[in-house]
C-alpha cells in the first residue's frame, strides 16, 4: 500500500499548510501550474514527487517535468496532466489517452476547483486536486490524499482551507 498527496496550481508558492498535510505520505503528485523551480525543490525535498507541467510554467519546469505522465503504481494505472477536464467533457488530447490505455486514475488540474468524480463510462476515478496555492479567483486552497492498494483507491481525505 502507498499513499499519495495530490496538488495543483500551487503558481510559485509551497503554503506551509500544504507541505505539513503532504508530510506523511510516500509519494506527492502535482498536477501543473508549478510556478518556480523553488517549489519542485521543495516539494522533493518533502517526499518522491510526480509532477506535470501546467500553461502558466516556463522553459525550466518543461525541461523538469512533461505535459503528460501515464505511469502504474501498485497495479493501479494513473493518467496525470494539467488540463484534462472533467468526466463527460475530457479536454480531447486527455480523452483520446484514456479510450487508449485505459487509466483506473485520472489526475487534473487548472480549474482550481476541487473534484472527486468516478467516470462508470470510462471505469476510472477522476480528481482535481483544486489549487494548492493562493494565486487566483478560488475560494479555497484544497489538496487530496489518498492510499492505492493494488487497483483499488482508499482512505481519500481532502484538506480545505479558506483563503
Avoid at 498535510?21 to 501550474?33: K, N
Avoid at 493518467?79 to 486514475?105: A, N, V, W
Avoid at 479555497?140 to 482551507?161: C, F, H, P, Q, W
Wanted: with cysteine.
Amino acid at each position: 500500500m502507498i499513499s499519495i498527496g495530490i496538488i495543483s496550481d500551487t503558481h510559485g508558492r509551497l503554503l506551509p499548510k500544504i507541505a505539513a498535510f503532504l508530510a506523511g505520505v510516500d509519494e506527492i503528485w502535482h498536477a501543473g501550474d508549478i510556478g518556480s523551480e523553488e517549489v519542485i525543490f521543495e516539494l522533493q525535498k518533502l517526499k518522491p514527487l510526480r509532477a506535470v507541467y501546467g500553461n502558466i510554467d516556463g522553459t525550466k519546469i518543461r525541461s523538469l517535468c512533461p505535459e503528460t505522465l501515464l505511469f502504474e503504481v501498485e497495479k493501479l494505472k494513473v493518467l496525470m496532466t494539467h488540463i484534462g477536464g472533467y468526466p463527460g467533457r475530457y479536454h480531447p488530447q486527455s480523452k483520446k489517452i484514456i479510450e487508449l490505455e485505459k487509466p483506473g486514475l485520472f489526475v487534473c488540474g487548472h480549474s482550481h476547483i476541487l473534484k472527486v468524480i468516478y467516470d462508470q463510462k470510462h471505469s476510472l476515478l477522476h480528481i482535481n486536486p483544486g489549487a494548492a496555492g493562493n494565486y487566483g479567483m478560488h475560494h479555497s486552497i484544497t489538496a487530496v490524499r489518498l492510499k492505492i492498494e493494488g487497483k483499488e483507491m482508499k482512505d481519500l481525505e481532502v484538506l480545505d482551507i479558506p483563503r
